[in-house]
């Protein structure tokens, strides 16, 4: 896993929840963090475009429930697909 997605993902959530950054763990949740439904598809807004990526449309269903590392490796997977495909034009 690469710290520095870690972090960039972790940042955006601080920003969205109002928050410290120091006090999100990979095991944190959206909704621990005060990020509800409507924050949450906020907050997959700002990642995407962020990362200059896309979640299929089934990915951020569940996001509120999901942990903060959940995100990350959601990020790290779009990132690799985003990579493989570029690779291969």
């Known amino acids: 896993m690469n710290e520095s997605i870690q972090q960039q993902v972790f ?18 949740t959206l909704k621990d963090l005060g990020i509800e439904s409507l924050d949450a598809i906020e907050l997959i807004f700002d990642i995407e475009e962020h990362f200059d990526i896309t979640f299929p449309d089934q990915q951020g269903a569940n996001f509120d429930k999901d942990t903060a590392q ?15 495909g570029e690779g291969s034009k």
């Not at 959940?70 to 493989?84: F, G, N, Y």
């Open 11 to 28: 940042e955006i959530i601080a920003k969205q929840a109002k928050i410290d950054v120091a006090v999100i763990t990979p095991e944190s």
């Open 70 to 84: 959940s995100l990350v490796d959601a990020v790290q997977t779009a990132l690799d697909s985003k990579a493989a």
